[in-house]
């Protein structure tokens, strides 16, 4: 199993400015994962966390607007830049252990509220 | 990844069984049928997964039709704390790259 923690667990920043959102696994996985989850909504799938590579990213998500960094197994960064009301989420990184039909574990997200 | 169809929402007695519903009738031969849930602001939690076989864990049951293009996840006993946000969710391991896709879910209530 994984256990997964994203810091901070909430902010509210003003617009305009950016925040980087940390995502810990206590052991290495193989294949870690950002989503968004807009008030009352499902989750949609940002982009797939590449070690030591460029992230893929899903239609209508940029590396400009959400750049990510894996620097290792273990963790990984999202960063939402330039934010606005539109961007007020809660972020969940994700993490699965091995390439097949392995569970995935999520953390407990990042609750963002832009003024 | 093929879609799947559940009930916006369902309630439930506590103490009594559940059986959550999912549609997914272009399912392919090679996706594994997955069920996670999301509880009052916590991230989603696995639950179960299955291929063809009905499947058990300490969670719940998972019953796989014949022809595969419908399953329910069964709580036996309900509790206060099963409310949750319910997703069944098709994953395709034969060339994806792992991530889920999320549908609406369905939203279950458990009365006392």
């Known amino acids: 199993s994984a256990v997964i923690s994203q810091k901070p667990s909430r902010d509210i920043c003003q617009r305009g400015t950016s925040l980087t959102i940390q995502c810990q696994v206590d052991?290495?996985?193989?294949?870690m994962f950002w989503y968004r989850q807009q008030p009352g909504q499902s989750l949609t799938l940002i982009a797939t966390?590449?070690?030591?590579?460029?992230?893929?990213?899903e239609s209508g998500f940029v590396i400009d607007k959400f750049p990510i960094s894996r620097p290792n197994l273990t963790f990984s960064t999202l960063t939402v830049s330039n934010m606005s009301p539109e961007d007020s989420s809660i972020y969940l990184c994700?993490?699965?252990?091995?390439?097949?039909?392995?569970?995935?574990?999520f953390g407990p997200g990042t609750r963002l509220l832009v003024l | 990844d093929a879609k799947t169809t559940q009930p916006n929402s369902m309630e439930s007695n506590e103490e009594e069984p559940v059986h959550l519903p999912c549609n997914h009738s272009?399912?392919?031969?090679?996706?594994?049928i997955h069920w996670y849930r999301q509880l009052p602001s916590q991230g989603p939690e696995y639950v179960i997964h299955?291929?063809?076989s009905n499947v058990n864990n300490r969670m719940a049951s998972l019953a796989i039709a014949e022809d595969r293009k419908s399953s329910t996840l069964i709580l036996h006993r309900a509790t206060l704390r099963d409310a949750a946000v319910y997703y069944c969710?098709?994953?395709?391991?034969?060339?994806?790259?792992?991530?889920?896709?999320f549908g609406k879910g369905t939203k279950l209530s458990v009365k006392p």
């Open positions: 994700s993490a699965a252990l091995a390439g097949g039909p392995e569970t995935q574990y």
């Open positions: 052991s290495q996985v193989t294949m």
């Open positions: 272009t399912i392919s031969g090679t996706d594994y």
């Open positions: 966390a590449n070690q030591g590579s460029e992230a893929t990213y």
């Open positions: 299955g291929l063809t």
């Open positions: 969710i098709l994953r395709d391991w034969g060339g994806s790259q792992g991530n889920l896709i």
